[in-house]
């Protein structure tokens, strides 16, 4: 055999070899490659934005903390600044109902002082009467001299 022939065909042969690979091997070859690669970079991608959304998501507990912190102090200084109102009123209504009690009683009190002197004016008449009895030593009519007595009344 002709070593040129050979080396020839074995030219021709690979050359056939890499055309039919470079044609039908190649092409799935780098397309699953291809895909492989997307795949990986999708992948790659889907990790970093759950990372940014946990990231995200921990900022927003965060804050949404920080906030339910603060309303909830907000609500209670709230609620401190209403039991002092509250207790203002209460002190108010109470000094109110105190006058209120302190003024009754003096009303009484000044009542029972002119039924006090009524009764005291009733004795005093009863006394002159009983007087001026024993001064002219005989008895005096108290229905006569009622009209007497009612200005004597009145005078004291």
């Known amino acids: 055999m002709n070593l040129n022939a ?6 021709v042969v690979f050359l056939i070899l890499a055309w039919f690979t470079m044609k039908f091997v190649w092409p799935p070859l780098i397309n699953a490659l291809d895909e492989r690669s997307k795949k990986i ?28 912190r603060n309303e909830g102090q907000h609500r209670v200084a709230e609620a401190e600044k209403r039991a002092q109102v509250l207790a203002e009123e209460i002190k108010a209504q109470a000094h109110t109902e105190a006058a209120r009690i302190v003024a009754q009683a003096k ?16 004795q005093v008449a009863a006394l002159a009467v009983q007087g001026a009895e024993q001064i002219l030593k005989r008895e005096v009519d108290q229905t006569a001299h009622a009209d007497l007595l009612n200005q004597l009344k009145a005078e004291l």
């Open 6 to 11: 050979t080396l020839f065909a074995q030219m």
């Open 41 to 68: 970079a999708d992948g790659l991608a889907a990790a970093e934005k759950g990372k940014t959304e946990l990231e995200a998501a921990h900022k927003r507990v965060g804050e949404e903390l920080t906030q339910a």
């Open 107 to 122: 009303a009484d009190a000044e009542q029972q002082v002119v039924k006090a002197r009524e009764a005291l004016r009733g």
